[in-house]
């Protein structure tokens, strides 16, 4: 008999590419046939990672398709890429899943696409398939495009939802006209999916954004979405992670570390990066600082003169962390964040303090979120040249260190959390597709 077979497709970030596979291995738990549609070159980064550590990997097809006019397009320009997508990519899809028709015993049945790529949902909808959005960060942001602003007063939802300044919405907070163009179409793929969808799922639980939620029926929460809930490693990851700095972890006293990250597209300046490292220099505490290759323009040369020699081994610096391990580690004390919506979560499920420094767009309200409506975070300040000066970032991690109000509202919320987790298995079969109907089968615990 014919299985069901979804496919499931990311947006080309790492934000993104994460949560959707962790959903498309629990598809996978539930006995779907997943075809797991990269772009082009994510593909090619994925493929070279962590999925043929887990488990599931083998259950999962990967497939691409290209995402531009021509081979040599530059992906760093969001405007022409974000067009080309647009311009090529649904054509592209429509082929791939006529030839999985024509080929595959197991014909596609539904598309589970992230929520800005709108346009897969229009080919699901054209072809008669059945088909979900998935949105991976808090569902606060496709609440608010929902209710598009027609001013530019603050966007406030409800009382207990964060407020939302216009000049941060997701499109609003770049400098370049081109991308603040390419991010908006993005965001209208979201209200168009949104309007196409059977289903609009979330990675996020009514735990955590109740107001929402209530406010906004039609997105549906199934997250937390965290493979280490089901004690297998993340996948889908861009760069190869740096397990090390586990044994390292090992061998620090417990509630000691300050863990430093800051995702996969924050870009540091070379006098904030050197502030920074100047204040885990004077910490005097164990630190794992991720630095990513180009986080900042120069990397390697942007260290303070002697600093890695001077900091010695009560530093470690890696490119990329296994994250989800390194937050459920015992001897980490606390989490320096951009406030990502996928590290925010990682964070709260572990009980940790946040420290954050949100960078841009959505990492703002996910900032509220952890500040005034969980309050369970300390934020930094600016000094008057836009800096976050190495005393401020010292003393607010000393600060943090040695409040308990935090410890116990975080303890409150990582209980909560558990509860969910522990729901997984509604959760899971919240995914399953009915094997009558092909269609996806949604019930809410
Ligand atoms: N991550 C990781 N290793 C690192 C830094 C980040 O595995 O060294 C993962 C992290 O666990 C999260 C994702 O990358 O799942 C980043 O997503 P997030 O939404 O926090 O931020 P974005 O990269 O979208 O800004």
């Not at 647009?86 to 014909?107: F, V």
Request: hydrophobic share 40%; aromatic share 8%; net charge negative.
């Amino acid at each position: 008999m014919a299985k069901p077979h979804a496919l499931v497709i990311p947006s080309p970030a790492q934000g993104h590419v994460i949560p959707i596979m962790e959903l498309a291995q629990r598809l996978v738990k539930q006995g779907v046939k997943v075809t797991f549609v990269n772009t082009d070159v994510t593909h090619k980064q994925v493929t070279s990672n962590a999925l043929k550590k887990d488990g599931f990997g083998d259950l999962i097809q990967l497939a691409s398709i290209s995402d531009r006019l021509e081979p040599w397009e530059d992906t760093n320009d969001h405007c022409k890429l974000t067009k080309s997508i647009l311009k090529t990519m649904p054509e592209n899809l429509q082929e791939l899943i006529e030839t999985i028709n024509k080929e595959d015993g197991d014909k596609v049945t539904c598309i589970v696409a992230d929520g800005c790529m709108g346009w897969a949902i229009r080919v699901a909808k054209q072809m008669g398939i059945s088909r979900a959005a998935f949105w991976p960060a808090s569902v606060c942001t496709p609440a608010s495009a929902l209710s598009m602003p027609l001013n530019d007063k603050m966007i406030e939802l409800s009382e207990t939802t964060p407020p939302i300044k216009p000049t941060d919405l997701s499109w609003a907070c770049f400098d370049d006209v081109g991308t603040i163009e390419a991010v908006f179409e993005l965001v209208k793929e979201v209200v168009e999916a949104s309007k196409m969808t059977e289903w609009f799922i979330c990675s996020s639980t009514t735990e955590l954004e109740s107001a929402t939620f209530s406010l906004y029926p039609q997105l549906l929460p199934i997250g937390p979405l965290l493979a280490s809930n089901r004690l297998a490693d993340q996948s889908g990851h861009f760069w190869q992670e740096d397990s090390t700095c586990l044994a390292w972890l090992d061998q620090q006293p417990p509630c000691s570390v300050i863990y430093i990250a800051f995702g996969s597209i924050t870009i540091f300046n070379r006098s904030q990066f050197q502030e920074l490292a100047i204040s885990l220099e004077l910490s005097n505490r164990p630190f794992l600082w991720v630095v990513r290759s180009g986080m900042t323009k120069e990397t390697t040369a942007a260290y303070p003169d002697g600093y890695v020699e001077r900091v010695g081994s009560r530093g470690r610096i890696v490119s990329w962390a296994p994250q989800q391990k390194v937050l459920a580690h015992p001897s980490v004390a606390c989490f320096v964040s951009h406030c990502g919506w996928n590290s925010t979560l990682e964070g709260v499920t572990n009980g940790l303090p946040l420290l954050c420094w949100p960078y841009f767009a959505d990492q703002f309200h996910n900032e509220t979120y952890i500040r005034d409506i969980w309050k369970t975070r300390l934020g930094f300040n600016k000094d008057e040249a836009g800096i976050i000066t190495r005393g401020e970032i010292k003393s607010t991690v000393e600060q943090l260190l040695g409040e308990n109000t935090f410890r116990a509202k975080l303890w409150i919320l990582k209980k909560m959390l558990q509860a969910v987790l522990e729901k997984e298995d509604a959760h899971t079969k919240i995914l399953a597709i009915s094997s009558s109907g092909y269609k996806i089968e949604i019930q809410m615990p």
